[in-house]
């Protein structure tokens, strides 16, 4: 916020500041001894804003000004209608855990059931085949006794399932946990705001995304030979979603507060730290990219 100037008393700031307003212009006044301080909210704005004031300076009583009036309290209704809108659709992500209706969730629902089955089948005689039929790609052992990873070629010849299925894969116990955790809660604040339609997309897209992402990422790390797996990456990128759209249109009711903002990403960076063991960090990082540029598309 700056100053762009003073208006001498004997002038009504309210009529600059009104004509600003229907301008696009938002502005504060401080009235002092000698003049009401006019202060422009955004940087962008003050040369206009500035031009606007040179001329109100020139001819105060235009009949623009006394018109511009009517119109400013116009938009001022329309903001305090937005405001209230605002408030009132603002959610406490928390309190979705306790939200009734699964039948305003099913592919969220559907997607936590995937999950649990999947790591029940991990924990059984059937890991191996498990892990093989959803991994993103296949490590075989040749006669030698070396591993290779087939790369992209179970894929190219029809497997297309492995671009999306590594995202039911988890590994350990709190694995799993966190990501159905928010998987429940950013997954239905997505399909009871938009649609199971639109959540459907955003699952789809940022699987084949982070998921591509990840074993790219492996290539040029020289970590082809580990799997990787797990939810993380659609969970971030369904985050990243709601938090553009909940800038761009907070009446939608799918707001996050700026708290739970700083922790996705002080935990993505610990994550590239290297602090919380071996993650796949490029999944996350993938998936939220994406998860915002939907977001910001308005998808």
């Known amino acids: 916020m700056r100053q762009i100037g003073t208006l001498p008393p004997t002038l009504d700031p ?7 307003l229907t301008l696009g212009v938002t502005t504060k006044v401080d009235h002092r001894p000698e003049g009401a301080a006019v202060w422009v909210h955004h940087e962008d704005q003050i040369p206009l ?15 623009r000004y006394q018109i511009a009036t009517q119109s400013a309290d116009s938009i001022r ?24 209706g699964l039948s305003r969730r099913p592919l969220t629902t559907t997607l936590i059931a995937i999950s649990v ?9 059937y890991a191996a085949a498990t892990i093989n039929t959803l991994s993103f790609t296949l490590r075989v052992i040749d006669e030698l006794g070396f591993r290779h990873s087939l790369g992209l070629l179970p894929i190219l ?22 990501n159905m955790w928010w998987l429940w809660v950013l997954g239905s604040l997505v399909e009871s ?31 082809a030979l580990y799997n990787f797996g797990g939810m993380s990456g659609v969970v971030y990128a369904i985050f990243g979603y709601v938090w ?43 998936g939220l990219v994406t998860g915002m540029l939907l977001g910001l598309a308005r998808l």
Not at 14 to 20: A, I, K, M, N
Not at 79 to 100: H, T
């Open 49 to 63: 804003a500035k031009q606007e004031l040179e001329q109100y300076l020139k001819d105060p009583h235009d009949a």
């Open 193 to 223: 705001r938009r649609s199971t339609k639109t959540l459907a997309a955003v699952v789809l897209i940022s699987a084949i995304a982070s998921n591509s992402g990840q074993f790219f990422y492996d290539l040029q790390t020289n970590h």
């Open 157 to 178: 010849h029809g497997e297309v399932w492995r671009l999306i299925t590594p995202i039911f894969i988890h590994f350990d116990i709190l694995h799993i946990l966190f």
């Open 244 to 286: 553009m759209r909940g800038r761009q249109e907070p009446e939608l009711g799918m707001m996050i507060n700026y708290r739970t903002v700083q922790m996705m990403l002080f935990w993505l960076v610990l994550c590239f730290s290297g602090a919380v063991g071996n993650v796949a960090n490029a999944a996350h990082l993938v």
């Open 117 to 125: 089955v999947v790591f029940l089948l991990q924990n059984s005689p």
């Open 77 to 100: 209704r329309e903001a305090e209608r937005l405001d209230r809108q605002y408030r009132k659709n603002v959610r406490d992500l928390s309190g979705q855990l306790n939200s009734p």
């Open 14 to 20: 309210r009529r600059l500041t009104d004509h600003l």
